[in-house]
Structures are given as structure tokens and as C-alpha cells.
């Protein structure tokens, strides 16, 4: 099949706002949800592709000839119903707070500013020159430092062990 012919035959899907992974999900499923079977082996046994696509994808046209909703639309449409759930639920939210005098956005009382410094902006001002770890951190790596080289030691003892037995058993 040519683009020009393919398209001419998904006009009406496309003009109803079909996207490529609905028309490919209408050749795979009916618009009830079950699925299509497949009885051949390869496309090549297909006689009339453009039959097989307009038979499969005719599941999708309503009585009237109008498509029926398609993946895509029914997701979107579940999206703004739950959209306009939300919303109303925000809503209702904010109408018992007002009612209970609850205002969003204000902290507790605060003191009036004595000057205009206190009104900087806390992260730009400079923090002071780095530190370097403390003695507790030094001291727990230096521990963990001794316990590795510990179990190197140890390993390297098993593997000399290891090899004196494998030389006495081949010898």
C-alpha cells in the first residue's frame, strides 16, 4: 500500500483524531477489549491488506458510522475527569478552611524587623571557611582503615594456606 492510499482509507479515523497507537492498537484489539487472532503465519499470506486493515479497524466504527472513542481519547477524557475531581476537592478543601478561618501562607507572629539587615536573604550570606572532618570522623576511619588491612592480611594468609595443600595434593 502507497502513504496516499493508507491514509485514504484511516481518513476517518484520523479525522476523528486517531493517533498511530490507537490505529495500532485497533488492528490488535476490538473496541470491547478483546483481543484479534491471528490464524497465518507471516504477512505474506495476507491476500488484500487493505481489507484485513479495514475490517479490523471497522470494529471501531459505531452504528452510525461515527468512530467510537479511541484509547487515547478515553485516557484523556479519565485524565480530565479526574482533573475536575481534584479540582473540586481543592475546592471544597479551601471552602472549610475559610469557613474554620484557617489562612494559607501565613506563619506564626513574628517580631517586627528592628533593622534592615535582618532582612537579608540568610543563603547569601557568606558561611564562614570550610571545616575540615573532626576528630571522631578521623578516628572511625582510621579504625576502618585498620580493619581492612587486617582482612587483606588475613586473606592473603588463607590463599598462601590454600596454595601449600593444592601443591602437596598435585605433587
Known amino acids: ?11 476517518i479515523f484520523l479525522d476523528a483524531g486517531a493517533t498511530p497507537a490507537d490505529l495500532l492498537h485497533g488492528l490488535d484489539v476490538r473496541d470491547d ?6 490464524t497465518w503465519k507471516s504477512i505474506r499470506e495476507i491476500r488484500h491488506p487493505a481489507g484485513w486493515v479495514m475490517h479490523r479497524l471497522s470494529a471501531w466504527i459505531g452504528p452510525n458510522g461515527q ?3 479511541l484509547p487515547s481519547q478515553r485516557r484523556a477524557a479519565a485524565d480530565a475527569r479526574r482533573r475536575a475531581e481534584q479540582e473540586a476537592r481543592r475546592r471544597e478543601w479551601e471552602a472549610t478552611a475559610q469557613a ?6 501565613l506563619g506564626p507572629a513574628t517580631d517586627a524587623v528592628e533593622n534592615e539587615a535582618d532582612l537579608e536573604d540568610p ?3 557568606p558561611a564562614g571557611p570550610a571545616t575540615g572532618p573532626n576528630e571522631a570522623f578521623r578516628a572511625a576511619r582510621a579504625e576502618m582503615e585498620r580493619r581492612c588491612q587486617e582482612k587483606a592480611a588475613l586473606e592473603e594468609e588463607m590463599i598462601a594456606e590454600w596454595r601449600v595443600q593444592r601443591a602437596r595434593r598435585v605433587s
Open 100 to 105: 474554620a478561618g484557617y489562612v494559607p501562607g
Open 33 to 38: 477489549g478483546s483481543h484479534w487472532t491471528y
Open 1 to 11: 500500500m502507497t502513504p496516499w492510499y493508507l491514509r485514504w482509507l484511516l481518513k
Open 67 to 69: 468512530v467510537l472513542p
Open 123 to 125: 543563603a547569601a550570606t
